[in-house]
């Protein structure tokens, strides 16, 4: 964001190359996709790019990602949470526990309210973990590595608790639905046009912001280009989707999760106070930020997309075990830095967060596709973590 007028008059080609150095991050990151995907398309003779694998790529994602967007702020206040796996994993069996042992009982012949009640369920538990570590993090101030560290493993001997070693079934068709669902796809391009108008009125909204607090604007052409490129690739994947089943439910929830983390980390004081205190805790604490309820409000936070990821686990696997959510957290806090969220706290966007899990999911399908050996998976993943954050470090050093 721009915040300084300049006395001397830009072309639209300086203008262009202006706004490419400042978010060269986000465009070496889309680049990245893009050649990811161009040589998974080689590789499997076009087949990765199929509606139906594209459909599948999103869903596949959108568990990690609900974990990224919530350990966006985490990071950024220069904490970090290693229990999100293991929490939305045990939010899973939980659910799945309810489901095929609880409700039915209780309520038989009842699946709308049986769903209804087991995501509750599955919410209240990742909310009050998230209330008891953020307690323990923000007041006791015991450092968040530990806590969360310990809190993997508790989450792990609850799993072996509640599972005794044996597979839950969470396979009702209605709650199949919240992962395994689709939009028709009428609904599907009523959807994409809508966002498509909500993201020029937030345009048009957000030049007026700028005008009223004396900020220099961009040339509209610029804005109006930006907007109508992210307008046309939201419509340009509805498009494909479409040509398989239609809008995956899942991705529906995760574009909603994430528009709102957006505009809670960027528009309210809330989210303002999480990359003050990651920016420069002191200064922070003596400007009157409360650190300690900020801390517990975002490990609350996390606790409920922790909730949300679990529901969304169980009703994508149909089951519940006691592998579940195994590395889940690695995948988060590795889709937060390839996003461009700084681990030493202080910047990072939910948009990058989607961004990294995009690029982890796609080289996750691309390989299995091609019969690649875990082993190798695994050593490539790493490699283009490191690789990531080094060209982080040496974009911010060329600046």
């Given at each position: ?258 528009v709102v983390m957006s ?44 909730g949300i990821s679990g ?23 590795a889709s937060c830095v ?62």
């Amino acid at each position: 964001m721009s915040t300084a007028a300049s006395s001397v008059p830009q072309t639209p080609v300086q203008r262009i190359t202006k706004g490419f150095r400042a978010n060269v991050q986000t465009y070496a990151l889309l680049v990245a996709l893009v050649a990811i995907w161009g040589i998974f398309f080689s590789a499997t003779n076009g087949n990765y790019t199929t509606p139906q694998n594209i459909s599948n790529l999103f869903r596949q994602m959108t568990v990690t990602s609900f974990l990224a967007v919530g350990m966006v702020l985490i990071i950024v206040t220069g904490n970090i949470d290693l229990s999100v796996g293991k929490l939305a994993g045990f939010v899973s069996v939980v659910v799945a526990f309810f489901q095929a042992r609880i409700w039915p009982q209780v309520f038989p012949n009842q699946e709308v309210l049986t769903t209804v009640l087991s995501i509750v369920a599955g919410i209240g538990v990742g909310l009050l973990f998230g209330m008891l570590q953020g307690s323990i993090i923000a007041y006791l101030k015991v450092p968040s590595f530990i806590v969360t560290l310990g809190g993997m493993w508790i989450l792990n001997g609850a799993l072996l608790l509640v599972t005794e070693g044996k597979t839950i079934p969470a396979n009702q068709p209605l709650f199949s639905e919240i992962a395994q669902g689709y939009l028709p796809p009428a609904a599907g391009w009523v959807l994409g046009v809508v966002v498509a108008a909500v993201l020029f009125v937030l345009m048009v909204m957000g030049r007026q912001r700028k005008q009223r607090y004396g900020l220099t604007l961009e040339p509209m052409y610029m804005d109006a280009l930006k907007t109508g490129l992210v307008a046309a690739l939201v419509l340009l994947y509805v498009g494909i989707v479409n040509q398989y089943n239609g809008v995956q439910t899942p991705v529906l929830l995760l574009a909603i999760a994430a528009v709102v983390m957006s505009y809670v980390s960027d528009n309210t004081r809330f989210g303002r106070y999480a990359y003050a205190i990651g920016g420069n805790r002191e200064a922070a604490r003596l400007s009157g930020v409360n650190i300690r309820k900020n801390i517990f409000l975002i490990y609350v936070l996390m606790g409920f997309l922790c909730g949300i990821s679990g529901t969304v686990l169980a009703s994508y696997v149909g089951y519940g075990t006691i592998a579940a959510g195994q590395g889940y957290e690695l995948d988060a806090i590795a889709s937060c830095v390839l996003g461009g969220t700084s681990t030493l706290g202080g910047s990072g966007t939910i948009l990058g967060a989607i961004i990294g899990s995009l690029i982890m999911s796609s080289l996750t399908n691309g390989l299995q596709m091609m019969n690649v050996q875990p082993a190798w998976q695994y050593l490539l993943k790493g490699a283009v973590l490191v690789a990531a954050v080094y060209a982080d470090v040496y974009f911010k050093k060329s600046r």
